[in-house]
């Protein structure tokens, strides 16, 4: 099966099915017919809402079936979607609209309160159904699909722009080489301001299948979580690692209780041999697959199925081989070891750059020799033959709980407060090489413990904190030291803070 358009495929589908359901929210469910009804109008509403043209709008929202109609309905008015979770700050709302130079904002809910002078807002209540839109709006090609902002150097994030084509070329490849069952029924778990959840959303909609849902505030919540799980019926599952592993505290995760489940995609972080020995014995049978991809790069480029023969063969566990139109090569002069360097990337799903930064997208990608774009990942890596391996970040960015964090963004608003002269966040790893912990190793100002606990710095820091982070970015300790190492260009060691707390 060969997908050539995204939303007509959809549509496609709609038109066959109509009743076919495509989206289950906690029991709550929507049809193909739904979404094609509710997309068109969307498309409609914005197009009679004179967005300039090939301009991206903002949707800020959950994971309810409103959102992915949403989705639909920009891209039928020619507009790429800029999707931002409603439980991020105030401030990131404001960041992206300064960096995307977006205009118009999605409030599936409420926003929040700061100054939207700068954006017109669009909401539900005024989307009136019954309208029908004309395919020659629809994004197309080398046109921008969605965009998704991930964290910055600097404070300001940065907006990675797919196109149709990028987005074409990773749902092909997952419909292709992952032994997906027909009309899958995919847990939907990750929130759509993260890439991951590409890795649900599509390939179930253009194959008829259905998206399960399990909303980011039941997984938040453990109690709520181990409730929910057992209830619902879903024979793909997507999420990074970490997410599985906590679902091992539900006794009934197992193939016993969840006969329907035979397909595992890992993305976001890296894989521990522990966790699949665990699944194993869990689901004996099932389908384990291990992924590897930026979201430069749409999503995921890489997958093998970890096989009993992987397991015996590897203590650290391979991340694929290329999907079919992606080469990968190896940067040897940013190795420590022989064969061992940075990854690169390149083919028809690496992005055309980020958003309105021409500086941070002439660093990190370049036309290859064959016309398609080319990324440099900052990742550190080896290839066996044709077998991807990873080996760690060669700069200061990290995976933790499957979000990408640049920690100079933290530490730019950790420094920025009253109390702080230094302050850099280290990565604390576990054993299987993966982030478990943030902590804040922080020089204060000269005389700050004399009249204040440290009990209250640490809240004033939190405070500053909260207002400028997203949540999986906070700390979880706060360490006040005496001094930080200071590099020979005056500037704090961040490298020698991290070996420290790994030490």
Same mark, same amino acid.
């Given at each position: 099966?060969?997908?050539?358009?995204?939303?007509?495929?959809?549509?496609?589908?709609?038109?066959?099915?109509?009743?076919?359901?495509?989206?289950?929210?906690?029991?709550?469910?929507?049809? =193909?017919?739904?979404?094609?009804?509710? $997309?068109?109008?969307?498309?409609?509403?914005?197009?009679?809402?004179?967005?300039?043209?090939?301009?991206?709008?903002?949707?800020?929202?959950?994971?309810?079936?409103?959102?992915?109609?949403?989705?639909?309905?920009? %891209?039928?008015?020619?507009?790429? =979607?800029?999707?931002?979770?409603?439980?991020?700050?105030?401030?990131?709302?404001?960041?992206?609209?300064?960096?995307?130079?977006?205009?118009? %904002?999605?409030?599936?809910?409420?926003?929040?309160?700061?100054?939207? +002078?700068?954006?017109?807002?669009?909401? *539900? $209540?005024?989307?009136?159904?019954?309208? +029908?839109?004309? &395919?020659?709006?629809?994004?197309?090609?080398?046109?921008?699909? =969605?965009?998704? @902002?991930?964290?910055?150097?600097?404070?300001?994030?940065?907006?990675?722009?797919?196109?149709?084509?990028?987005?074409?070329?990773?749902?092909?490849?997952?419909?292709?080489?992952?032994?997906? *069952? &027909?009309?899958?029924? @995919?847990?939907?778990?990750?929130?759509?301001?993260?890439?991951?959840?590409?890795?649900?959303?599509?390939?179930?909609?253009?194959?008829?299948?259905?998206?399960?849902?399990?909303?980011?505030? %039941?997984?938040?919540?453990?109690?709520?979580?181990?409730?929910?799980?057992?209830?619902?019926?879903?024979?793909?599952?997507?999420?990074?690692?970490?997410?599985?592993?906590?679902? @091992?505290?539900?006794?009934?995760?197992?193939?016993?209780?969840?006969?329907?489940?035979?397909?595992?995609?890992?993305?976001?972080? &890296?894989?521990?041999?522990?966790?699949?020995?665990?699944?194993?014995?869990?689901?004996?049978?099932?389908?384990?697959?291990?992924?590897? !991809?930026?979201?430069?790069?749409? %999503?995921?480029?890489?997958?093998?199925?970890?096989?009993?023969?992987?397991?015996?063969? =590897?203590?650290?566990?391979?991340?694929?081989?290329?999907?079919?139109?992606?080469?990968?090569?190896?940067?040897?002069? $940013? !190795?420590?070891?022989?064969?061992?360097? &940075?990854?690169?990337?390149?083919?028809?799903?690496?992005?055309?750059?980020?958003?309105?930064?021409?500086?941070?997208?002439?660093?990190?990608?370049?036309?290859?020799?064959?016309?398609?774009?080319?990324?440099?990942?900052?990742?550190?890596?080896?290839?066996?033959?044709?077998?991807?391996?990873?080996?760690?970040?060669?700069? @200061?960015?990290?995976?933790?709980?499957?979000?990408?964090?640049?920690?100079?963004?933290?530490?730019?608003?950790?420094?920025?407060?009253?109390?702080?002269?230094?302050?850099?966040?280290?990565?604390?790893?576990?054993?299987?090489?993966?982030?478990?912990?943030?902590?804040?190793?922080?020089?204060?100002?000269?005389?700050?413990?004399?009249?204040?606990?440290?009990?209250?710095?640490?809240?004033?820091?939190?405070?500053?904190?909260?207002?400028?982070?997203?949540?999986?970015?906070? *700390?979880?300790?706060?360490?006040?030291?005496?001094?930080?190492?200071? $590099?020979?260009?005056?500037?704090?060691?961040?490298?020698?803070?991290?070996?420290?707390?790994?030490?």
């Amino acid at each position: 099966m060969i997908i050539k358009d995204v939303i007509k495929s959809i549509d496609q589908i709609a038109e066959k099915d109509p009743s076919r359901v495509c989206y289950d929210y906690l029991g709550e469910t929507s049809t =193909y017919g739904e979404l094609k009804a509710r $997309s068109d109008a969307w498309a409609s509403y914005i197009a009679s809402s004179n967005v300039p043209a090939g301009e991206p709008i903002l949707i800020w929202g959950d994971q309810s079936f409103e959102m992915v109609a949403s989705f639909l309905g920009c %891209v039928k008015s020619g507009h790429a =979607y800029v999707p931002i979770a409603s439980y991020s700050n105030a401030e990131r709302l404001t960041l992206i609209q300064e960096v995307s130079e977006a205009s118009f %904002v999605i409030a599936i809910n409420d926003l929040p309160d700061v100054d939207l +002078s700068k954006l017109t807002v669009l909401k *539900p $209540s005024a989307v009136t159904d019954g309208a +029908s839109v004309s &395919e020659d709006s629809f994004v197309e090609g080398d046109e921008n699909y =969605y965009i998704i @902002f991930t964290s910055g150097t600097t404070g300001k994030p940065k907006g990675v722009q797919i196109s149709h084509d990028n987005l074409l070329s990773f749902i092909n490849w997952e419909l292709k080489d992952f032994k997906l *069952p &027909e009309h899958p029924a @995919f847990l939907a778990q990750a929130p759509y301001s993260f890439d991951l959840s590409v890795m649900s959303l599509y390939p179930a909609l253009v194959t008829g299948g259905k998206l399960v849902v399990l909303p980011h505030e %039941v997984c938040e919540n453990f109690g709520k979580l181990f409730q929910v799980l057992p209830t619902i019926d879903f024979n793909v599952w997507v999420s990074t690692p970490s997410f599985a592993q906590l679902c @091992f505290l539900d006794k009934t995760f197992d193939s016993e209780h969840h006969p329907e489940l035979t397909h595992f995609l890992f993305c976001g972080e &890296e894989l521990p041999h522990s966790e699949v020995d665990t699944l194993k014995s869990r689901f004996p049978g099932s389908h384990i697959f291990n992924t590897y !991809g930026p979201t430069e790069a749409t %999503v995921a480029v890489t997958q093998v199925e970890i096989t009993d023969e992987i397991l015996a063969k =590897y203590d650290r566990l391979p991340i694929g081989i290329a999907k079919e139109d992606t080469i990968i090569t190896i940067d040897e002069s $940013s !190795g420590e070891k022989p064969g061992e360097g &940075e990854i690169l990337l390149n083919g028809p799903s690496v992005s055309k750059g980020y958003l309105n930064n021409p500086e941070k997208t002439e660093a990190a990608f370049f036309k290859g020799k064959n016309g398609y774009q080319s990324y440099r990942t900052g990742d550190a890596g080896f290839l066996d033959r044709d077998m991807l391996f990873y080996r760690g970040r060669i700069d @200061f960015q990290i995976k933790f709980n499957g979000y990408r964090i640049e920690l100079e963004e933290i530490n730019f608003y950790l420094s920025k407060n009253e109390f702080v002269r230094y302050g850099v966040v280290a990565p604390k790893y576990d054993k299987d090489h993966k982030v478990k912990q943030l902590i804040a190793q922080i020089e204060l100002n000269d005389g700050v413990l004399d009249n204040h606990t440290e009990k209250e710095v640490t809240a004033s820091i939190r405070k500053d904190l909260t207002e400028n982070v997203m949540p999986y970015m906070m *700390p979880q300790r706060f360490v006040f030291r005496d001094a930080l190492p200071i $590099s020979q260009n005056g500037k704090v060691d961040i490298k020698a803070v991290i070996s420290e707390v790994n030490s």
